[in-house]
């Protein structure tokens, strides 16, 4: 048995030295090892496993066990089972040190975790070349966990940051969008003041732009759900589509109000003037899309202005464009803009009954509406009546309210109207005159 003692460690100037622990009840193997060793490495020596415990209990954590078998009380198989169970001590390499040759006790203490056999008598050489062979590989292992730990901190640190940088794109997102709203909510307010102007300036026709706007909202929905014109509607937002009708007869300003206010018959000159307010609301409209980026709006906007009154026979005006020649919108709102000038008081003729109007409109299918158009307003009708009834002009309450069809009756008293019958009568009170001497009741609907 070899004394219980323990070599304090050799000094060395250039830091700090691997440390190897050598565990060996025989004095003599002790002394062999460490003198082949501590030239290069600090080494504890250790003449039982109690020892070796003892030592690491006060602090020294080896780089490397050296250990030995046959020892009394606790063998080299206990001691690294205790090794290998400690978290402190698990990952240090031990190497069996024994004079056992056989193979059974090898891979038994192979099993239990030891990374290698030197068989004694050991040669100095080969033992430091083992050593520095598994201090190597420990060295190296080391080197890839600390590679391993550093990329996961990175990863979690990219982790965090992916997820700060999502936050604010998330708050950046809500910042645009709510800003955009806001630019989109004040342009539409401009327009719609602008187009309010333009109707103050005309005192026959008071609310007929919201009206209208609300009527293509039923035909443009009644449209959809029919599934006809589908390729065209393509890319179409039908909210922005309704909210751009607003502007149709924006051309109105550039209207004198001699003829724009007159109450008397137009004359021809005075007519054509009246046309012009398509033309007038195209260029209006192409100088505000230089100003603004709102394009898909101020497109249909165009597109309305220049085509509402142009009909499905050519005859319309100001370009004399022929059935699908004829942009579907101003299509659309060739039917809403009439059933509304219909429906209206004005100061030349009394407010005709839905039923009334809707024959009228039924009457220009195929000469001054589209065909299909005018077959899906007719079966969303009903719609155009309950809203007006609701929200619309105060005629169409007046006449729902039980003096339907009165209207049109008043109008025959008046004498001079041309909305006279359901039958030729109503289709002329919506005929766009391109002479003179047109009556009062056409005039209004020119001029819508
Ligand atoms: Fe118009
Ligand atoms: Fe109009």
């Given amino acids: 048995m070899a004394d219980d003692r323990t070599a304090p460690p050799v000094a060395e100037a250039e830091g700090p030295r691997e440390k190897v622990m050598i565990v060996d009840d025989d004095l003599t193997n002790l002394i062999f090892a460490k003198s082949a060793l501590s030239e290069t490495y600090d080494v504890y020596t250790a003449p039982s496993a109690a020892k070796m415990f003892s030592v690491m209990g006060a602090g020294v954590v080896p780089d490397i066990v050296l250990l030995d ?106 910042m645009v969008e709510e800003k955009t709203s806001r630019v989109i909510e004040l342009q539409g307010a401009i327009l719609s003041t602008v187009a309010d102007l333009v109707e103050c300036r005309d005192d026959f026709t008071g609310g007929h ?83 603004t980026n709102e394009i898909d709006y101020l497109k249909h906007a165009r597109i309305f202005a220049g085509t509402h009154h142009e009909r499905w026979d050519g005859s319309g005006y100001p370009t004399g464009l022929k059935g699908e020649e004829i942009p579907l919108e101003g299509r659309l709102l060739a039917i809403c803009d009439v059933y509304d000038a219909l429906v209206s008081r004005r100061p030349y003729k009394e407010p005709l009954s839905h039923e009334t109007a809707v024959g009228v409109i039924v009457k220009g299918r195929g000469t001054h509406f589209d065909p299909a158009l005018t077959d899906v307003f ?8 309950a809203w007006g009834v609701r929200n619309g002009p105060g005629a169409l309450r007046e006449t729902e309210a039980g003096a339907a069809g009165s209207g049109a009756r008043r109008v025959q008293e008046r004498g001079g109207g041309g909305f006279g019958g359901t039958s030729v009568g109503l289709g002329t009170a919506v005929a766009i005159s391109r002479g003179a001497g047109v009556s009062s009741a056409r005039q209004g609907a020119l001029k819508k």
Avoid at 70 to 90: N, W
């Fill in 69 to 174: 078998i046959s020892m009394p009380v606790m063998d080299g198989y206990e001691a690294i089972r205790r090794l290998k169970a400690a978290p402190a001590t698990a990952k240090v390499p031990v190497i069996f040190l024994t004079a056992m040759t056989n193979t059974q006790a090898e891979m038994d203490g192979l099993s239990l975790g030891a990374v290698d056999y030197i068989s004694k008598p050991f040669d100095p050489a080969l033992l430091r070349k083992r050593v520095e062979i598994h201090l190597t590989v420990v060295a190296q292992k080391r080197l890839l966990e600390d590679q391993r730990n550093l990329l996961q901190e990175q990863k979690g640190q990219l982790e965090e940051q992916r997820g700060q940088l999502l936050e604010f794109n998330r708050n950046l997102m809500g």
């Fill in 209 to 291: 732009v919201n009206r209208t706007k609300n009527f293509l909202r039923l035909l443009v929905g009644a449209l959809s759900d029919s599934g006809l014109y589908s390729d065209s509607m393509i890319g179409w937002d039908l909210e922005l589509l309704c909210r751009s009708s607003e502007l149709h007869d924006v051309g109105k300003i550039s209207v004198s109000d001699t003829i724009l206010l007159k109450r008397g018959r137009l004359t021809a000159e005075e007519f054509e003037e009246i046309k012009l307010h398509t033309i007038y609301g195209v260029k209006i409209i192409e100088r505000m899309a230089q100003a």
């Fill in 378 to 385: 007719e079966k969303v009708s009903q719609s155009f009546k």
